[in-house]
Nanobody, 115 residues
Framework: VQLQASGGGLVQPGGSLRLSCAAS????????MGWYRQVPGKQRELVAA???????NYADSVKGRFTISRDNAKNTVYLQMNSLKPEDAAVYYC??????????WGQGTLVTVSS
C-alpha cells in the first residue's frame, strides 16, 4: 500500500495550493480519505475528509477555504487550499480508512505559508 502525497510548497498568505494523494495497493473507491496536518509539538489534526460515497466534512478553521475531492478513476484525493493563512503551515498527511480498523498514512507534504 502506498499513499503518495504531493503539491506542498511555499506560498504567500492569501495564496493557493492543491495537494494530491495518489493511492496504490488498495481498492481506493471503498476507502474514506482524509487530509490531516501536524505542526511540531502539536497533535495531528483532521483538516478534511471525504467518504467513499462523496460526503465531506471539514475542520472549522478551513471551512469555506479548503475543498476536498476525489477521483476514483485516478485513485487520487485532492485538497484545494485557497486563502491560505500562516496558521495553515504544517506537514499535511493523506489518510485512507476502511471500516473500524484498516488505515494507511502517506508520507506527508510540507506546506509553508509566509511572505
Amino acid at each position: 500500500v502506498q499513499l503518495q502525497a504531493s503539491g506542498g510548497g511555499l506560498v504567500q498568505p492569501g495564496g493557493s495550493l492543491r495537494l494530491s494523494c495518489a493511492a496504490s495497493g488498495i481498492s481506493f473507491k471503498i476507502f474514506d480519505m482524509g487530509w490531516y496536518r501536524q505542526v511540531p509539538g502539536k497533535q495531528r489534526e483532521l483538516v478534511a475528509a471525504i467518504t467513499s460515497g462523496g460526503s465531506t466534512n471539514y475542520a472549522d478553521s478551513v471551512k469555506g477555504r479548503f475543498t476536498i475531492s476525489r477521483d476514483n478513476a485516478k485513485n487520487t484525493v485532492y485538497l484545494q487550499m485557497n486563502s491560505l493563512k500562516p496558521e495553515d503551515a504544517a506537514v499535511y498527511y493523506c489518510n485512507a480508512r476502511s471500516g473500524c480498523c484498516t488505515a494507511y498514512w502517506g508520507q506527508g507534504t510540507l506546506v509553508t505559508v509566509s511572505s
